[in-house]
């Protein structure tokens, strides 16, 4: 069965979102033929042999009887859509899970409290992995049923990307460890880097380097149940879009 989720600004093909577990293979050197991505990717995925992600239960797949049920997005845009400018960035350990944050504008992006700060259930070198082809589509699905309040507020989300289910997303408050983080790149605009683990990290557990991904984002209003970041690439290439995420909330009845 397929069904259709209008999300008001998706640009470009249509989004298929495969509801099954994955595997990870990063055993293979990648090559990444958009220069923006290249730098993390030659970081990180060396690094990942071997590392698992969050899989779907076998009964799931079992109780579809091994057929694949695809969702679509469509690509309808909004005439009333909102869209700004933002800053985006994400940033995670080599082993470690990956976080996102939005802050309203650059100045803003060395506070502690960020529009938008989420972490994926999923390593940071898996999501480099899925950026060997210089294209990834992040979907996040909020089951908010009949819930009111701001998109934006919801606290816990199911994942696909690049079309495949691979776990959750969560929002978090930031802490005295992120808001170090932030501190360090209060100079970076848009890039890719590396930066030590921050001090307040040793508590949690944390070590390492620590990689992170800022730019520009294009923030799309489509609906009070809807809302997408596309990045805007630094180097000014044209065609398709490297990086979307899309947010959106199903309601029932």
Not at 127 to 133: G, I, N
Not at 164 to 175: D, P
Not at 210 to 239: C, K, N
Request: hydrophobic residues 40%; contains cysteine; glycine residues 10%.
């Amino acid at each position: 069965m397929r069904t259709t989720i209008d999300l008001g600004s998706h640009r470009g093909t249509g989004l298929y979102i495969i509801d099954t577990a994955t595997d990870v293979d990063c055993t293979k050197d990648v090559r990444l033929g958009r220069r923006f991505f290249r730098s993390l990717i030659e970081r990180v995925v060396p690094c990942c042999a071997g590392l698992p992600i969050s899989n779907t239960s076998s009964d799931d797949s079992e109780s579809d009887n091994n057929s694949t049920t695809n969702n679509i997005i469509t690509s309808a845009p909004a005439a009333a859509a909102a869209t700004t400018t933002v800053t985006g960035t994400f940033f995670g350990h080599r082993r470690g899970r990956l976080r996102f944050c939005v802050h309203d504008h650059p100045a803003a992006a060395a506070a502690s409290s960020p529009l938008l700060l989420m972490e994926f259930t999923v390593p940071t070198a898996y999501l480099a992995r899925e950026m060997q082809h210089g294209l990834l589509r992040v979907a996040l699905e909020s089951g908010g049923g009949g819930r009111r309040g701001p998109l934006l507020g919801a606290p816990v989300w199911t994942m696909y990307c690049n079309g495949r289910k691979v776990g959750f997303a969560i929002r978090r408050r930031a802490t005295e460890s992120d808001a170090e983080v932030f501190r360090m790149m209060r100079s970076v605009s848009a890039g890719t880097g590396v930066l030590p683990s921050p001090a307040a990290a040793a508590a949690t557990g944390e070590a390492g380097e620590l990689l992170y991904l800022r730019a520009s984002f294009e923030r799309v209003i489509g609906s009070t149940d809807s809302e997408s970041f596309h990045m805007i690439d630094p180097a000014g290439e044209s065609g398709a879009q490297q990086l979307s995420i899309f947010l959106f909330r199903t309601r029932f009845q």
